[in-house]
């Protein structure tokens, strides 16, 4: 009897193991490769698009580990500080491409700023403002068991104590099995 029990209880344990870490891993949303102005890519705008890029930026949030993809030809893309962004001016560029098709990860939360090493394509609007935000958020997943709809239920627990309303009803049917076992 007691075999049976301690075996039966290593199985509950490690169904329980399985199942919190396949809940750990539900919701964690992707990074994401963004190509920067979309099908335009980076070239200099048009006279009459010159805020074509902030207006991408806008349209689009960016979070740590994302990358910002620039395809372009004959030209070059600078990561500059807030003053060289402003100023239109390359000379102490952090970082700079000129290989037409160039990869920028996104490693820290806050702002980075972006302009063409051509000269006159960034005072005609071809640069770039990225806000970084922090990680990459947890979506809510379902719950683990739906429930048919009763009036006179409790309304259920917040969207944040999720994991242990999964917990508590994985223990709840554990020791259901527990006392079927043993009767």
């Known amino acids: 009897m007691w075999s049976s029990l301690l075996s039966f209880h290593g199985t509950c ?48 949030r960016f979070h740590v580990g994302d990358s910002l993809s620039f395809e372009y030809k004959n030209d070059s893309v600078l990561e500059v500080d807030k003053w060289g962004y402003y100023h239109c001016n ?7 491409f000129n290989n037409g098709k160039s990869v920028f990860k996104l490693d820290r939360p806050g702002p980075f700023y972006f302009i063409s090493g051509t000269p006159d394509h960034c005072k005609n609007g071809q640069r770039l403002l990225v806000e970084v935000m922090g990680l990459h958020p947890i979506s809510q997943s379902p719950p683990a068991i739906a429930v048919p709809p009763d009036s006179y239920l409790a ?29």
Not at 90 to 96: F, K, L, Y
Not at 156 to 182: A, D, E, K, N, R
């Open 13 to 60: 344990v490690l169904l329980l193991l399985t199942l919190v870490s396949m809940n750990d891993g539900f919701g964690v949303e992707a990074v994401k490769d963004f190509k920067v102005g979309d099908g335009f890519g980076w070239q200099e705008p048009g006279h009459n698009n010159t805020a074509m890029y902030s207006q991408w930026a806008t349209r689009n």
């Open 90 to 96: 390359s000379s102490n560029a952090t970082v700079a």
């Open 155 to 183: 309304p259920g627990p917040l969207p944040s104590s999720g994991s242990l309303v999964s917990v508590t009803l994985l223990h709840s049917v554990l020791m259901s099995l527990v006392i079927v076992t043993i009767t």
